[in-house]
């Protein structure tokens, strides 16, 4: 019903740290805002509780004949099923466990096949842009339109040698825009010329339903601590080839079959062909445990939901910032391009840490500032030399000049209203 959507959009889900107040600067104290979900987003309360019912049990997974150590081992198995349910995987796809997305994508980087080409455009967050560098990489420029990105992905894809291996980058939802991401159609492209894709859904996978068979990507990686669960455990999901055959990401216990003395003095060893071969060494239970339970928290809130809720905050955030008229968003792919809850500006006369240091000080409000791990990105947004190799972190624009950095206001379930009304009034 109307007023089921209705109170859906307004009740935002509990997540932890809604209590936690901070000192200003001009006195007294106040809730926090934490508007930097695309950072790390807090944990929903419900994964806190999971957790916490959990942790008087856990025992360590595959090795114990124990009681707890089986419980756990049944957990940890069961958290991979979980995952490949929300990923929606296909038959035979496997679900490993890493620690970030960073940790994926770099696993996915050391089992490429010998030759592989890999195409990535220089706008990808640095962990999806920098892995590949073993490899034959090619960078492929801005694009202006996702329609731009496809034409773009055809072109330099039509120029290989059909017959090699190849693999494409692309992120799902921008870290810096918030943009989508033509992410069916980009592998659609892949495909059509015999080239495999990942979709980095780092940004993507917390605001939006993600479904490996009908975008039909190989694989998909994501990290639990932008997914309402804490730090240290991520995924990498998606096809089994190429992971079944590489040597092991880290060679060690838990990825080896079986292991020999040979007759020549080395050793033999036989390697798991399941997720377990990139998984050596005692896992991170909890963490795997607490990204099942986000996933199960998430779809059992409903994307639709979450969606519109998140819509309305963008909304609420476009449209005060709209009326400040120092203010850019930044934007590649336009204003009424759909987008999740990431939005980065500069406002005009301002440096972006100092603007971004005086929400924290005096309205209690958690933004980023810098250049996001994206820099080609968001040098080429700011209208600065994306091969301008410049400074790392916040880099101070002298005055008069155009800022080199932008502030990032980011946010999703759990964000109340007030947090978001706070952010534009502060921005006025
Ligand atoms: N990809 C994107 C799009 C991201 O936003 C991030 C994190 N900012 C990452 C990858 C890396 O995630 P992690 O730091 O958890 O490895």
Known sequence: TAAATDAAVREPLPVLGRDVTVPLVTGGEVAYAALDYAASAPALQRVWDDVAAYAPYYGSVHRGAGYL????????????????????????????????????????????????????????????????????????????????????????????????PALVCVTGA???????????????????????????????????????????VDWVAFSGHKLYAPFGAGVLAGRADWLQVAEPYLAGGGASRTVARRADGGVHVEWHTTAARHEAGSPNVIGVYAIAAACKALTEAGFDSLVAREQHLIDTVRAGLAEVPEVRVLSLFGDDAPRVGVISFVVEGWNSSHFAAALSAEYGIGVRDGLFCAH?????????????????????????????????????????????ERFVAAVK
């Open 69 to 164: 150590s089986q419980l756990s081992t049944d957990l940890f198995e069961n958290s991979r099923a979980t995952v490949a349910e929300f990923l929606d995987c296909r038959d035979g796809d496997q679900v490993v466990f890493t620690r970030s997305t960073t940790d994926s994508l770099n696993l996915l980087a050391a089992v490429l096949p010998e030759g592989c080409q890999v195409f990535v455009f220089e706008t990808e967050h640095h962990a999806s842009l920098l892995p590949w560098q073993d490899a034959q990489v090619t960078y492929l420029n801005a694009p202006r339109t996702p329609q731009q990105a496809v034409d773009t992905l055809e072109r330099a894809l039509a120029d290989r040698d059909p017959h090699g």
């Open 174 to 216: 921008s870290n810096v825009t918030g943009e989508l991401w033509p992410v069916r159609e980009l592998a659609a492209a892949a495909h059509a010329h015999g080239a495999r894709i990942v979709l980095d859904a780092a940004q993507l996978a917390p605001h939006h339903a993600v479904s490996v068979r009908e975008s039909d």
């Open 376 to 420: 080609p990105l968001v040098r080429t947004l700011l209208g600065s030399d994306p091969q301008d190799a410049g400074e790392c972190g916040a880099p101070e624009a002298g005055p008069g000049e155009p800022s080199l950095n932008a502030i990032r206001v980011s946010f999703g379930a759990g964000t109340p209203d007030e947090h978001v």
